[in-house]
């Protein structure tokens, strides 16, 4: 059972917007930024927002992070055929002195 | 540009023992923490472990502490992952990922190896 909550599955269809949410405690979102990941299949992930919503380099801008109190979500906006994967919340938790991860939001192009 | 490469993995019975390694290239080693995230079949990422960037401090996932340890050469630009009392429910691919900063304090690995699969069977 993962420390971070995620709906283990988002759909939409092309050009549509999607929200995925990540719910956490005090001890981690609560109190320290939220992390991203993009994972296609068959490859590693790959940091797709950090410090909650800030875009790596070459991230498009179709993809933001928010995040507010114990919760944070990733939104991407105009969905294409490429952003099928699988997507990652992550946050430092203070309790555990370690990175925790949600169980990853299958996003699924209809 | 940046690269991490995984090797080391493999078949192993219940309760043995195997050494994981992650050659990098591309940034100064030294300078950044390393971890090993996995990944079981089918399954989510699970952080494994964790090395600051001069090796003097480590940090582990209570699910692997005791039985598996982390170290790094810097001289050789290599991770390592000696697990030992392997179990089942070890198997997964394991990814080395670089931190951003000296110490692991964040959720934060922008570069990804392409992993390797440790499969603990009999």
């Known amino acids: 059972q993962s420390v971070l909550t995620q709906a283990p599955s988002a759909s939409g269809t092309p050009g549509q917007r999607v929200t995925i949410s990540c719910s956490g405690s005090?001890?981690?979102?609560?109190?320290?930024?939220v992390y991203w990941y993009q994972q296609l299949p068959g490859t590693a992930p790959k940091l797709l927002i950090y410090?909650?919503?800030q875009r790596p380099s070459g991230v498009p801008d179709r993809f933001s992070g928010s995040k507010s109190g114990t919760s944070a979500s990733l939104a991407i906006s105009g969905l294409r055929s490429e952003d099928e994967a699988d997507y990652y919340c992550?946050?430092?938790?203070?309790?555990?002195?370690?990175?925790?991860f949600g169980i990853g939001t299958k996003v699924t192009v209809l | 540009e940046v690269q991490l490469l995984e090797s080391g993995g493999g078949l192993v019975q219940p309760g043995g023992s195997l050494r994981l390694s992650c050659t990098v290239s591309?940034?100064?080693?030294?300078?950044?923490?390393m971890n090993w995230v996995r990944q079981a079949p089918g399954k989510g990422l699970e952080w494994v472990s964790g090395i600051s960037g001069s090796g003097s401090s480590t940090y582990y996932a209570d699910s692997v502490k005791g039985r598996f340890t982390i170290s790094r050469d810097n001289s050789k630009n290599t991770l390592y992952l000696q697990m030992n009392s392997l179990r089942a429910e070890d198997t997964a691919v394991y990814y080395c990922?670089?931190?951003?900063?000296?110490?692991?304090?964040?959720?934060?690995?922008?570069?990804w190896g392409q992993g390797t699969l440790v499969t603990v069977s009999s």
């Open positions: 591309g940034f100064t080693f030294s300078s950044y923490a």
């Open positions: 990922a670089k931190d951003l900063g000296l110490v692991p304090a964040a959720a934060h690995f922008d570069y």
């Open positions: 410090r909650s919503n």
């Open positions: 992550a946050a430092w938790d203070d309790s555990l002195s370690g990175p925790v």
């Open positions: 005090s001890s981690n979102i609560g109190s320290n930024h």
